[in-house]
């Protein structure tokens, strides 16, 4: 798969387009990317989501994601990396804070504004970055970076409401790479039993499963479960994928084995919370 790199801390593009130029596709960089117009759908990690106008997404490193076009769509992309970010006029007490959150941003589908007021907030701070954009005025540069700057701080604090309780940016380094390292390789259940895992962090596997808990405040098998139900949730309701499909994508042993455990912790089997969650939209 493709993969992109970004040459300079930030880049600013603003597009008008009918169809995407891009197939599915990874960064190595983060990528804000706000509809000014348009709809259509946005594909990030097999997951969909329907677009329109006043919708902000975070794409983070090593996402794969696409949109499809179905009206002609402005599309403002900023592309900034964390050289970008060390760089900037944020406060340096706030900047390993602005990383950490960025960086442990949920992989998900969908807008991530999730308050009135901040959409309201955001949308004219994205019109004076286009006016500044096109126009090449004076001091536009600089205009623009505290623009940007003041949005990815808005961004931030949208992402920090929706972090598991147990992840803050106090949390032990180690510990933050271990959750890392589970949630990229969630598709590999051989690279996340409390022995590879022990192995991979320098952990005895007998002191595994306790140095886990004492960090994530539950057992390692409990995390596993509510990631994988997480993100089932999301193909539930964001992909047209059969549930056996998305029994085997996950690893469970089969479809009914898949329906027991959604059903223990959900309380509802995947077809019918997929159903009723239709029905509420």
Do not use: W
């Amino acid at each position: 798969m493709h993969k992109e790199s970004l040459y300079e801390p930030f880049e600013i593009v603003f597009k008008e387009l009918n169809e995407c130029p891009k197939k599915a596709h990874e960064h190595s960089f983060f990528e804000l990317v706000y509809i000014v117009s348009g709809t259509g759908e946005q594909c990030i990690n097999k997951n969909r989501f329907n677009y329109r106008k006043g919708h902000l997404f975070l794409i983070t490193p090593d996402d794969c994601h696409s949109f499809d076009i179905e009206e002609t769509t402005q599309f403002l992309f900023i592309r900034f990396n964390n050289i970008y970010i060390k760089n900037s006029a944020i406060l340096q007490e706030n900047v390993q804070k602005l990383e950490f959150i960025l960086q442990h941003a949920n992989h998900q589908p969908g807008c991530i504004l999730k308050n009135q007021v901040d959409k309201t907030l955001v949308e004219p701070m994205i019109n004076a970055i286009i006016r500044e954009y096109v126009n090449r005025d004076l001091y536009n540069k600089e205009l623009i970076r505290q623009l940007v700057n003041t949005l990815i701080i808005v961004v931030a604090r949208n992402i920090a409401k929706s972090l598991p309780e147990q992840i803050n940016e106090q949390s032990e380094e180690k510990a933050l790479d271990i959750l890392e390292y589970i949630q990229r390789h969630i598709y590999n259940p051989e690279k996340l039993t409390t022995e590879h895992l022990g192995a991979t962090f320098g952990i005895s596997e007998s002191y595994m499963g306790r140095y886990f808990k004492k960090h994530a405040n539950e057992t390692l098998q409990d995390y596993l479960m509510q990631y994988k139900l997480k993100l089932i949730e999301n193909r539930l309701l964001h992909s047209k994928l059969r549930i056996g499909e998305i029994a085997r994508e996950f690893n469970f042993t089969d479809e009914s084995h898949l329906n027991r455990m959604f059903k223990k912790y959900k309380g509802a089997s995947p077809s019918a919370y997929r159903k009723a969650r239709m029905n509420a939209s």
